[in-house]
């Protein structure tokens, strides 16, 4: 059984920074992309940054030039540092691995718990 934990979470004011963890335990032949997520209140969850397996980066617009995401080098775990948090950057984070379990499995999407951000003014 593969599970994800995220950590990192917290309170901080406009203009700092945090960095989330999550780190994946289990068997894992292979990982695909590793993706953090966020769900405001109220809003939609989005796909806020992706770490591909070649080592290609995305980001969403709303946070291209403040967040990175990177993973080690056993692909077990993936961060991101955010910097420069506004208020809008608060919400439930989340991160996701797309994995295979064994070589012959099929790619399967695994989610973790949640870590909270909460950005005040």
């Known amino acids: 059984q593969v599970q994800l934990m995220e950590s990192g979470g917290g309170d901080v004011q406009a203009g700092g920074s945090l960095r989330l963890s999550c780190a994946a335990s289990g068997s894992i032949f292979s990982t695909d992309a590793r993706d953090w997520y966020r769900r405001a209140p109220g809003k939609q969850r989005e796909l806020v940054a992706r770490?591909?397996?070649?080592?290609?980066?995305t980001y969403s617009d709303s946070v291209k030039g403040r967040f990175t995401i990177s993973s080690d080098g056993a692909k077990k775990t993936v961060y991101l540092q955010m910097n420069g948090l506004t208020p809008e950057d608060s919400g439930t984070y989340y991160c996701?691995?797309?994995?295979?379990?064994?070589?012959?499995?099929?790619?399967?999407?695994?989610w973790g718990q949640g870590t909270q951000v909460t950005v005040s003014s």
């Open positions: 770490f591909y397996k070649s080592g290609r980066t």
């Open positions: 996701q691995f797309r994995l295979q379990r064994t070589r012959s499995g099929n790619y399967e999407e695994y």
